[in-house]
């Protein structure tokens, strides 16, 4: 059996934590409690000794040629996360506390990674947002979500994950809310984002016309344009991604159900 090669990436206020760190690791398979379970990825909950629950996200192995291209070519998603998660922190852009990354590889091929951080005990997404239509202050809170979103693009941040699932919202104990962005593997720093990157990257959040019309306003108003501009560029935006979207995911059924029917 081929020896497996182990990376860590550690935060400095984890130092001292890396042998239990890793011993979670090494034990992943026998934690039970899921944050998260997917097809792809599962996110689990632990608790450190010092008390504090972390989240440890499992990437599933990628295929043959992924596998060499992450090793040689292309930082996997877990080390990204982690390089993103503290270049964030430096912009002021809030995400949960990165932790650790470990990869499992040989000389020549990626095989697991996993990425840990704090975990946030958030009251909703913003995905809760959009299908709890009487949400208390939902109107309060999607201005102030746009604003976020306004943050992260005069920040020159391009979040190529900004989807309904991927932005946790937190009250504080003065009313006000708090934005924690989270799977951050896909993700451009420095980019000049013009008024049409900016709606492409809003287009992922929702189809429901009525938000559409209100976030327009919010975003209008920030960025100096009249509404009817935006809400037009920010409507077309979501269908063209609408369409991209489920064009990719018939072609994906079609090829599965060529190879393996």
Same mark, same amino acid.
Request: hydrophobic residues 35%.
């Given at each position: 059996?081929? *020896?497996? &090669?182990?990376?860590?990436?550690?935060?400095?206020?984890?130092?001292?934590?890396?042998?239990?760190?890793?011993?979670?690791?090494?034990?992943?398979?026998?934690?039970?409690?899921?944050?998260?379970?997917?097809?792809?990825?599962?996110?689990?909950?632990?608790?450190?000794?010092?008390?504090?629950?972390?989240?440890?996200?499992?990437?599933?192995?990628?295929?043959?040629?992924? *596998?060499?291209?992450?090793?040689?070519?292309?930082?996997?998603?877990?080390?990204?996360?982690?390089?993103?998660?503290? $270049?964030?922190?430096?912009?002021?852009?809030?995400?949960?506390?990165?932790?650790?990354?470990?990869?499992?590889?040989?000389?020549?091929?990626?095989?697991?990674?996993?990425?840990?951080?704090? @975990?946030?005990?958030?009251? /909703?997404?913003? &995905?809760? /947002?959009?299908?709890?239509?009487?949400y208390p202050n939902r109107e309060v809170i999607l201005e102030?979500?746009?604003?976020?979103?306004?943050?992260?693009?005069?920040?020159?941040?391009?979040?190529?994950?900004?989807?309904?699932?991927?932005?946790?919202?937190?009250?504080?104990?003065?009313?006000?809310?708090?934005?924690?962005?989270?799977?951050?593997? $896909?993700?451009?720093?420095?980019? %000049?984002?013009?008024?049409?990157? $900016?709606?492409?990257? @809003?287009?992922? /959040?929702?189809?429901?016309?009525?938000?559409?019309?209100?976030?327009?306003e919010h975003y209008a108003r920030l960025i100096g344009k009249?509404?009817?501009? %935006?809400?037009?560029? @920010?409507? /077309?935006?979501?269908?063209?991604?609408?369409?991209?979207?489920?064009?990719?995911?018939? @072609?994906?059924?079609?090829?599965?159900?060529?190879?393996?029917?």
């Amino acid at each position: 059996m081929t *020896q497996l &090669r182990v990376k860590t990436l550690l935060h400095p206020l984890y130092h001292d934590q890396q042998e239990e760190l890793t011993n979670l690791i090494e034990n992943y398979d026998e934690l039970t409690t899921y944050l998260f379970k997917g097809t792809r990825n599962s996110i689990k909950i632990a608790t450190l000794s010092t008390g504090q629950r972390v989240a440890i996200k499992s990437f599933k192995i990628p295929n043959i040629f992924n *596998q060499y291209v992450y090793k040689f070519f292309r930082k996997p998603k877990g080390l990204r996360s982690f390089e993103h998660a503290e $270049r964030l922190k430096k912009l002021g852009v809030a995400n949960p506390q990165a932790v650790a990354y470990f990869e499992y590889s040989t000389t020549t091929r990626i095989r697991n990674t996993f990425y840990i951080s704090v @975990l946030v005990d958030a009251e /909703l997404t913003y &995905r809760d /947002l959009i299908t709890q239509k009487n949400y208390p202050n939902r109107e309060v809170i999607l201005e102030e979500f746009v604003r976020f979103s306004y943050g992260l693009h005069e920040k020159g941040i391009n979040f190529l994950d900004h989807s309904p699932g991927n932005t946790l919202i937190e009250q504080k104990e003065n009313g006000a809310y708090k934005f924690y962005l989270v799977d951050l593997n $896909r993700m451009k720093f420095d980019q %000049v984002m013009s008024f049409t990157h $900016r709606m492409k990257n @809003l287009a992922h /959040l929702t189809t429901n016309i009525q938000d559409i019309e209100k976030m327009a306003e919010h975003y209008a108003r920030l960025i100096g344009k009249n509404s009817k501009e %935006v809400f037009i560029r @920010l409507w /077309l935006e979501t269908i063209k991604f609408q369409f991209r979207f489920y064009k990719k995911k018939d @072609l994906k059924f079609k090829i599965k159900r060529f190879y393996f029917s």
